[in-house]
T-cell receptor, first 111, second 112 residues
Framework: AQSVTQPDIHITVSEGASLELRCNYS??????LFWYVQSPGQGLQLLLK??????LVQGIKGFEAEFKRSQSSFNLRKPSVHWSDAAEYFC?????????FGAGTRLTVKP | DVKVTQSSRYLVKRTGEKVFLECVQD?????MFWYRQDPGLGLRLIYF???????EKGDIPEGYSVSREKKERFSLILESASTNQTSMYLC???????????FGDGTRLSIL
């Protein structure tokens, strides 16, 4: 079965700084990969997804992620963070009729 | 716009009570899921359903049961609530199990 690791439990960045959230997965075939965001008190919202093709995918709210097969990674990036980006971010891997979520990374944005 | 609706945002119950959490989706999805979310543990799958009246256990089914009598509705049942079931519960649906899931806003359940 597939698995997902998000190495960073909590990250703090200053508003306007760039952001990269790490995600590593384990899966024997080409996975489906997802990033979700959860604002306080809310459910999860899909930010972006990778199924195949171009390894750099664009999502909502100015986020992008890059699939690197050689590193089994799918890191999320944003060039300039806004205070409203403070939330919890979950990476997920789908395949083999299953979906697995990482434990999440909490993002704090400093003024 | 697609929607997954959970019947309660906040719920307070007593130990030993039978608790029902309801979830409705309007996307005609085959698959529906119940997760439990606790700090530091991420999302843990309790049960999922791939069709009406069909269900499979997830990673942590103990103490829970589910019901899916209609395609759009998936209920989570705590047969005899205990304090260690205090948590955030999230419902989700998808067209296939490996496809993007659509989530409700969650029910924060407190068992006293």
């Amino acid at each position: 079965a597939q698995s997902v690791t998000q190495p960073d439990i909590h990250i703090t960045v200053s508003e306007g700084a760039s952001l990269e959230l790490r995600c590593n997965y384990s899966y024997g075939a080409t996975p489906y990969l997802f990033w979700y965001v959860q604002s306080p008190g809310q459910g999860l919202q899909l930010l972006l997804k990778y199924f195949s093709g171009d390894t750099l995918v664009q999502g909502i709210k100015g986020f992008e992620a890059e699939f690197k097969r050689s590193q089994s990674s799918f890191n999320l990036r944003k060039p300039s963070v806004h205070w409203s980006d403070a939330a919890e971010y979950f990476c997920a891997v789908g395949g083999n009729n299953d979906m697995r979520f990482g434990a999440g990374t909490r993002l704090t944005v400093k003024p | 716009d697609v929607k997954v609706t959970q019947s309660s945002r906040y719920l307070v119950k007593r130990t030993g009570e039978k608790v029902f959490l309801e979830c409705v989706q309007d996307m005609d999805h085959e698959n529906m899921f119940w997760y439990r979310q606790d700090p530091g543990l991420g999302l843990r799958l309790i049960y999922f359903s791939y069709d009406v009246k069909m269900k499979e256990k997830g990673d942590i089914p103990e103490g829970y049961s589910v019901s899916r009598e209609k395609k759009e509705r998936f209920s989570l049942i705590l047969e005899s609530a205990s304090t260690n079931q205090t948590s955030m519960y999230l419902c989700a649906s998808s067209s296939r199990r490996s496809q993007p899931q659509h989530f409700g806003d969650g029910t924060r359940l407190s068992i006293l």
